[in-house]
T-cell receptor, first 115, second 111 residues
Framework: DAGITQSPRHKVTETGTPVTLRCHQT?????MYWYRQDPGHGLRLIHY???????DKGEVSDGYSVSRSKTEDFLLTLESATSSQTSVYFC??????????????FGAGSRLTVL | RKEVEQDPGPFNVPEGATVAFNCTYS??????FFWYRQDCRKEPKLLMS???SGNEDGRFTAQLNRASQYISLLIRDSKLSDSATYLC????????????FGKGTTLSVSS
């Protein structure tokens, strides 16, 4: 068990409001990721982090910001939510297998609805 | 060619059937490949890593064809519990250790 907790698990908000999703991990993993999953698009990378205060953009980063002030927490913020950001958001950590390959382990997801 | 491409299905098969999914990828330098399984309204979970020419885990066999740049997943003796979406996954070297996920192939096993 990679010990990944996402909060909130469900949220309904209105267009234009700020929203912050939290990802918490308990095993000191260096790499953390935020993906969104939408019908017809699959999982798409929003932002990722490779250490405290070290973050970078993924393929769908517009409208999102992230912060990582502690190893265990990776926050995803929607400064002004839009209906197009209605989605399921998954946080993930990276673990190295014995073969050297890096695999992702996901949290349970946060379902966001923007009205 | 798209980074990762899968037949979305759905594949509808009876219990006991053998079913195979294919996935093509564009980055010829990719070294590690994976199959993830995702149940409805759940997070994706690692099913199998795909090594060199292929590997087997019980009823599941994953194969890699580097020359043609595709990987496959074979499920033998399908069970009702195999009903899920299967995601083909390749590494994204431009983003740390992030992975690129295919859109998934949906399998429905019926009795």
């Amino acid at each position: 068990d990679a010990g990944i907790t996402q909060s909130p698990r469900h949220k309904v908000t209105e267009t234009g409001t700020p929203v912050t999703l939290r990802c918490h991990q308990t095993e000191n993993h260096r790499y953390m990721y935020w993906y969104r999953q939408d019908p017809g698009h699959g999982l798409r990378l929003i932002h990722y982090s490779y250490g405290v205060k070290d973050t970078d953009k993924g393929e769908v980063s517009d409208g999102y910001s992230v912060s990582r002030s502690k190893t265990e927490d990776f926050l995803l913020t929607l400064e002004s939510a839009t209906s197009s950001q209605t989605s399921v958001y998954f946080c993930a950590i990276s673990e190295t297998q014995g073969t050297g390959a890096n695999v992702l382990t996901f949290g349970a997801g946060s379902r966001l609805t923007v009205l | 060619r798209k980074e990762v491409e899968q037949d979305p299905g759905p594949f509808n098969v009876p219990e006991g059937a053998t079913v195979a999914f294919n996935c093509t990828y564009s980055n010829s330098a990719s070294q590690s490949f994976f199959w993830y399984r995702q149940d409805c309204r759940k997070e994706p979970k690692l099913l199998m890593s795909v090594y060199s020419s292929g590997n087997e885990d019980g009823r599941f066999t994953a194969q890699l064809n580097r020359a043609s740049q595709y990987i496959s997943l074979l499920i033998r003796d399908s069970k009702l519990s195999d009903s899920a979406t299967y995601l083909c996954v390749v590494p994204r070297y431009q983003a740390g250790t992030a992975l690129i996920f295919g859109k998934g192939t949906t399998l429905s096993v019926s009795s």
